[in-house]
């Protein structure tokens, strides 16, 4: 399967911790996002990278959060000093963008499954 | 923020009835999509609709993008209940998706 995956599924953590998720995206696609749904919500954007570059911050992205994407490949979303209010579903997304003439093309963006966190 | 707003939020029909959702949107986006969400999943696009007025029809499903690319609409015909999921409707800017707030349908057999 060539999809875009995510690590871990699952995280349980006390509040004040760090963590960090890893995305793998499609190896092909240059764009990745991360975005936050909490349950029964559609999911919010944090952040996009195109190749290595973040190029988009949301205002929901705080100082606590960072992300990265050192090689223009994976991508890892950290949080640190987590706050219960973190508690949610953490989406990575990849997508393939390229520039034709004046214009540019942007495939659509293909989901992981998700890194579900929970801070107690 | 360009505000996705989706009606209704909840849905519980009979297997075989239709139904109708919609995505409002005070913004003009350049193209639509609608994605179904399972449980512990992550979005799976269904379509996307790009020119105003614009209708497409996947097996039972119907989209359809408002002539001032606005708003959208999903029916459903016959559903089942494998319709069952979240379903979403979002809208493209620039360089990323705004998702609406989401449709959970159950279909009951």
């Known amino acids: 399967d060539t999809g875009v995956s995510q690590d871990p599924r699952h995280k349980i953590t006390k509040r004040g911790q760090n963590v960090t998720f890893r995305c793998d995206p499609i190896?092909?696609?240059?764009?990745l996002y991360w975005y936050r749904q909490t349950l029964g919500q559609g999911p919010e954007f944090l952040t996009y990278?195109?190749?290595?570059?973040?190029?988009?911050k949301s205002r929901l992205l705080s100082d606590r959060f960072s992300a990265e994407r050192p090689k223009g490949s994976f991508s890892t979303l950290e949080i640190q000093r987590t706050e219960q209010g973190d508690s949610a579903m953490y989406l990575c997304?990849?997508?393939?963008?390229?520039?034709?003439?004046?214009?540019?093309?942007?495939?659509?963006?293909?989901f992981g499954n998700g890194t579900r966190l929970t801070v107690t | 923020t360009q505000l996705l707003e989706q009606s209704p939020q909840f849905l519980s029909i009979q297997e075989g009835e239709n139904l109708t959702v919609y995505c409002n949107s005070s913004?003009?986006?350049?193209?639509l999509q609608w994605y179904r969400q399972e449980p512990g999943e992550g979005p799976v696009l269904l379509v996307t609709?790009?020119?105003?007025?614009e209708v497409k029809k996947l097996k039972r499903l119907t989209f359809q993008f408002g002539d001032a690319r606005k708003d959208s609409s999903l029916h459903i015909t016959a559903a089942q209940p494998g319709d069952t999921g979240l379903y979403l409707c979002?809208?493209?800017?620039?360089?990323?998706?705004?998702f609406g707030t989401g449709t959970r349908l159950t279909v009951i057999p």
């Open positions: 990278f195109q190749n290595e570059a973040q190029l988009e």
């Open positions: 979002a809208g493209t800017g620039a360089n990323n998706l705004f």
């Open positions: 913004s003009v986006f350049s193209s």
């Open positions: 190896s092909e696609h240059n764009r």
């Open positions: 609709v790009v020119t105003g007025g």
């Open positions: 997304a990849s997508s393939r963008s390229k520039l034709t003439g004046q214009s540019s093309y942007n495939s659509p963006l293909h």
